[in-house]
Each structure stands twice: as C-alpha cells, then as structure tokens.
C-alpha cells in the first residue's frame, strides 16, 4: 500500500487528525459543494474522511489527502475509490477530486489526478478508471478532459443517491483505461 504520492506541487497522503477543521470548512463552503446535493454538517464531514481511511486499509488505495508541499497547507482530497452505489458502469474504481475554493484555477487537481492515475495504472495494475459529475460542472469536467478521459453521453445516468426531480441528479460519465 502506497502511504504517500508526491508531484512538483503536492504531496498526497493518508489523512490526519489535522485535516479534520479545514476539511469541514471545505465542505461547508456553498461554491465547493455547489455541484453536490448540499453543504456537510461537522459530523458528515468528519464521517467522509472516516470513510477515506476506511477505503485505504479496506482496498489498499483511497482518496488521498492533498497538501501543498511548499507550505503543508491542505487543499482537500485527490484519489481513488470504488463507488457505494449501483449504477450501469459497476463495478469500476472512480478517480475524483474536491479542493478548496482558494485552490482553484492552478492546476493543481489535474496535477494530483495525473500522479493517481500513473499510481493506479502501474502500481495497482487497474485496467480502467471512472470519473463522474453533474453534467453543469464544468470545472470538474475540464480536469477530466485534461487527464485524457472520454464522455460517450449513452453512459451518462441518473445518480441513484440523488433524490429524483433534483437538478444534479444527471450525471456524466468519463472513462479512461491503461491503454490510454
């Protein structure tokens, strides 16, 4: 199991106690959740960190905590994981992403993802990834597009987590495999 991924920019690593506050404040932030259903209470926050530890002693792999290497500062997660829910894709292994708004606009989330996915192709042996999001998020889908990933719209679906009539339940779907 890989503790720890580094890139010129950031260092991906296993969570710590420390991630917790500015973790929650991140997922208390409207333009960071604004393509998830809502903001997260302290105790969801805290649970989806949880849940990122859980993954890696689980699977051996998970959504790395991010930080910047120049100063430490953390900037959210980058990583890997097998989704918890059904969908027409499963099973599959998605990459994803979430930074603080502060982050944004660098490139730093193409940066770590890019470093995941060598991760996941060479080391781990993955023969594909998965990435989804609301179809009006754009940023996440230009960081997908940047990583090589492809969209064919006849995979896009309806997000089962996502309470039906609610505006983010279509999703997109980008693919990626080892070839690429």
Same mark, same amino acid.
């Given at each position: 199991? *890989?503790?720890?991924?580094?890139?010129?920019? /950031?260092? %991906?690593?296993?969570?710590?106690?420390?991630?917790?506050?500015?973790?929650?404040?991140?997922?208390?932030?409207?333009?960071?959740?604004?393509?998830?259903?809502?903001?997260?209470?302290?105790?969801?926050?805290?649970? /989806?960190?949880?849940?990122?530890?859980?993954?890696?002693?689980?699977?051996?792999?998970?959504?790395?905590?991010?930080?910047?290497?120049?100063?430490?500062?953390?900037?959210?997660?980058?990583?890997?994981?097998?989704?918890?829910?059904?969908?027409?894709?499963?099973?599959?292994?998605?990459?994803?992403?979430? %930074?603080?708004?502060?982050?944004?606009?660098?490139?730093?989330?193409?940066?770590?993802?890019?470093?995941?996915?060598?991760?996941?192709?060479?080391? %781990?042996? %993955?023969?594909?990834?998965?990435?989804?999001?609301?179809?009006?998020?754009?940023?996440?889908?230009?960081?997908?597009?940047?990583?090589?990933? *492809?969209?064919?719209?006849?995979?896009?679906?309806?997000?089962?987590?996502?309470?039906?009539?609610?505006? /983010?339940?279509?999703?997109?779907?980008?693919?990626?495999?080892?070839?690429?």
């Amino acid at each position: 199991m *890989t503790e720890c991924l580094t890139t010129e920019r /950031l260092l %991906l690593r296993r969570w710590r106690e420390e991630d917790r506050v500015p973790f929650r404040a991140m997922n208390a932030d409207p333009r960071v959740m604004e393509f998830m259903p809502g903001l997260l209470t302290e105790e969801a926050s805290d649970a /989806l960190a949880d849940r990122a530890e859980a993954h890696f002693e689980r699977n051996g792999y998970g959504p790395f905590a991010a930080e910047l290497r120049q100063n430490g500062a953390f900037l959210g997660f980058i990583g890997i994981s097998i989704p918890r829910f059904e969908a027409p894709f499963m099973p599959a292994v998605e990459i994803g992403w979430r %930074l603080a708004a502060e982050y944004w606009g660098r490139g730093l989330a193409t940066e770590g993802a890019r470093a995941v996915l060598r991760y996941g192709f060479e080391e %781990l042996r %993955l023969g594909g990834m998965v990435s989804f999001t609301a179809d009006a998020n754009v940023r996440s889908r230009r960081v997908m597009e940047k990583l090589g990933m *492809t969209h064919d719209a006849v995979d896009d679906f309806e997000h089962p987590n996502i309470p039906q009539g609610h505006p /983010l339940r279509h999703h997109v779907l980008y693919r990626i495999d080892r070839a690429r």
